[in-house]
């Protein structure tokens, strides 16, 4: 497999991905009756938490061991496609969930 810097698919392929966990977290706290500003901001707060672990700008441990990830993501049949550094998930978070809540009640 071929490691292969590309910032401007990288960019999509965050975007993509922020929004999926963004309306997966909003579609399981709706199952439980959240609605309205309380679902927008609670959906937030997760959806950050999530993104900056897997930003790496967070600590993940545990019994001493740390986990410090490094997101790729599929660019071709055999090209896994990077930022050249850690993803920055974490600082879209916010922008997306407006837009996706924007016409909510």
């Known amino acids: 497999?071929?490691?292969?810097?590309?910032?401007?698919?990288?960019?999509?392929q965050q975007e993509i991905l922020v929004g999926e966990i963004i309306a997966n977290i909003a579609e399981q706290l709706e199952e439980v009756g959240l609605q309205g500003d309380v679902l927008k901001e609670t959906t937030g707060k997760i959806a950050f938490k999530v993104a900056c672990m897997l930003d790496g700008v967070s600590e993940v441990s545990f019994d001493g061991s740390e986990a410090l990830?490094?997101?790729?993501?599929?660019?071709?049949?055999?090209?896994?496609?990077?930022?050249g550094g850690n993803t920055y998930m974490h600082e879209l978070v916010y922008g997306i969930l407006g837009a996706m809540f924007k016409d909510a009640p």
Do not use: W
């Open 1 to 12: 497999m071929k490691l292969s810097i590309d910032s401007e698919s990288t960019e999509e």
């Open 69 to 83: 990830p490094y997101v790729c993501f599929q660019g071709g049949d055999d090209t896994l496609v990077h930022l």
